[in-house]
């Protein structure tokens, strides 16, 4: 799947790269929500926040926005319950329903609320990535 980065989205992606050691997969400039959200490789995610979170703090103070962090994985499964950390998630399911992808969350009942998030910000970033990364047409908590 091939993920369009604009030109903003280049910058931050060299200044995370450089200033975390991390390599970045995507990144995208949330204006709506004032927030920046980068997907690291995989087992990179601990490179990129970094001991006791110098990384992703020098991150944001250089970016200036609110930072988020998901691991990419290859696996949709894996990378839906990615997007949704630190909510616990039971697990995912993805269905084909009248042409469309879908992937079903169970989330542990005490973390629905993370799983959602400030005004559906949390759902809102995992099915902007399931659609750029893994073609899902939709995201659903159950």
Request: proline share 1%; net charge positive; charged share 30%.
């Amino acid at each position: 799947m091939n993920v369009k980065i604009n030109s903003e989205g280049i910058r931050y992606i060299a200044l995370f790269e450089s200033l975390t050691g991390a390599a970045v997969r995507d990144c995208i400039v949330d204006e709506e929500n004032d927030r920046v959200i980068f997907v690291v490789k995989k087992g990179e995610m601990g490179i990129a926040i970094g001991k006791n979170g110098s990384n992703i703090n020098r991150v944001k103070k250089s970016i200036g926005n609110h930072t988020e962090i998901v691991e990419y994985s290859d696996d949709a499964l894996e990378f839906i319950e990615n997007t949704f950390q630190p909510a616990m998630i039971k697990k995912v399911d993805i269905v084909s329903k009248e042409s469309k992808r879908l992937a079903y969350v169970s989330v542990v009942p005490k973390d629905k609320g993370l799983a959602i998030g400030r005004d559906g910000r949390n759902i809102q970033k995992a099915k902007i990535l399931a659609k750029r990364h893994h073609g899902l047409d939709d995201v659903i908590i159950e």
